[in-house]
């Protein structure tokens, strides 16, 4: 099956963070579980999550402050 996209709850976050220490993403002081609830619980579609018949295999964080906008993660 091809990955589908959907919005990330917060019931994806230990999810999320195990993707990314497993992908060697380097960590800033947002990668944990209260930074991702915050942000999901801020803007619900600020994280993107990518799933397939195993689980969430992809990610990205689309975030703005207003003026500027962000992609990252």
């Known amino acids: 099956m091809n990955p589908s996209n959907r919005s990330g ?4 976050v230990t999810s999320v963070l195990l993707l990314w220490t497993e992908s ?8 944990n579980t209260e930074s991702l609830v915050n942000l999901i619980a801020i803007d619900p579609g600020a ?3 990518a799933e397939d018949d195993h ?5 990205v964080i689309a975030a703005t402050d207003g003026w500027r906008r ?3 993660d």
Do not use: F, K, N, R
Request: cysteine-free; proline content about 4%; charged content about 15%.
């Open 9 to 12: 709850h917060t019931s994806d």
């Open 70 to 72: 962000s992609i990252y």
């Open 55 to 59: 689980g969430i295999v992809g990610s």
């Open 47 to 49: 994280l993107i999550v």
């Open 24 to 31: 060697d993403a380097e960590p800033t002081h947002t990668y």
